[in-house]
T-cell receptor
Framework: DSGVTQTPKHLITATGQRVTLRCSPR?????VYWYQQSLDQGLQFLIQ???????AKGNILERFSAQQFPDLHSELNLSSLELGDSALYFC??????????????FGPGTRLLVL | ELKVEQNPLFLSMQEGKNYTIYCNYS?????LYWYRQDPGKSLESLFV?????AVKQEGRLMASLDTKARLSTLHITAAVHDLSATYFC????????FGQGTRLTINP
């Protein structure tokens, strides 16, 4: 158990809908990262937040957005969902002393299925 | 753009044998990570390699880094069934770029 928690574990929804994935980092970690894992794209970095501020951005679609709250939990919002958004979404956290760059510890993931 | 390539992508081996997974990356990086993923599970951190020539060992797994060759290896010694999993290398600081993963199956 990495200490990173994610909810929900599974999510089934329809195309066009909007969902919110939630992540709580390990105690004391300031950085939160979001990744998408799919069969065709592999593991892809989406976005990083450090102490509430966006720090790095990857291949995140405009339909997706994220934020990190004062209590350091983070939410990933996915809207106008398409079939291709079906994937496993991981949150990771790190200490973030330097704003990132340390070992990232991954949560259990949220499996999203868009029908 | 940083690219990370692993080989082989699939590896089936017998218990007791030794084998190596290779991870090549395309641009200079000062840190490389190895993760393990069991089916349907999360990623577990195995090693972080921070400098040229770094070598780390944990049980039957040993990882090394050659930054000049942009190559890392994960060596498995005397494999046991419990090591069956998918192994990923990842390169970067904040935004990790992952390899495709090596699915390792160890047969009795």
């Amino acid at each position: 158990d990495s200490g990173v928690t994610q909810t929900p574990k599974h999510l089934i929804t329809a195309t066009g809908q909007r969902v919110t994935l939630r992540c709580s980092p390990r105690s004391g970690d300031l950085s939160v990262y979001w990744y998408q894992q799919s069969l065709d794209q592999g593991l892809q970095f989406l976005i990083q937040y450090y102490n509430g501020e966006e720090r790095a951005k990857g291949n995140i679609l405009e339909r997706f957005s994220a934020q990190q709250f004062p209590d350091l939990h983070s939410e990933l919002n996915l809207s106008s969902l398409e079939l291709g958004d079906s994937a496993l979404y991981f949150c990771a956290s790190s200490v973030g002393i330097k704003g990132g760059g340390e070992t990232q510890y991954f949560g259990p993931g949220t499996r999203l299925l868009v029908l | 753009e940083l690219k990370v390539e692993q080989n082989p992508l699939f590896l089936s081996m017998q218990e007791g044998k030794n084998y190596t997974i290779y991870c090549n990356y395309s641009t200079t990086s000062d840190r490389l990570y190895w993760y393990r993923q069991d089916p349907g599970k999360s990623l577990e951190s195995l090693f972080v390699l921070l400098s040229n020539g770094a070598v780390k060992q944990e049980g039957r797994l040993m990882a090394s880094l050659d930054t000049k060759a942009r190559l890392s290896t994960l060596h498995i010694t005397a494999a046991v069934h419990d090591l069956s999993a998918t192994y990923f290398c990842a390169v970067g600081a904040q935004k990790l770029v992952f390899g495709q993963g090596t699915r390792l199956t160890i047969n009795p």
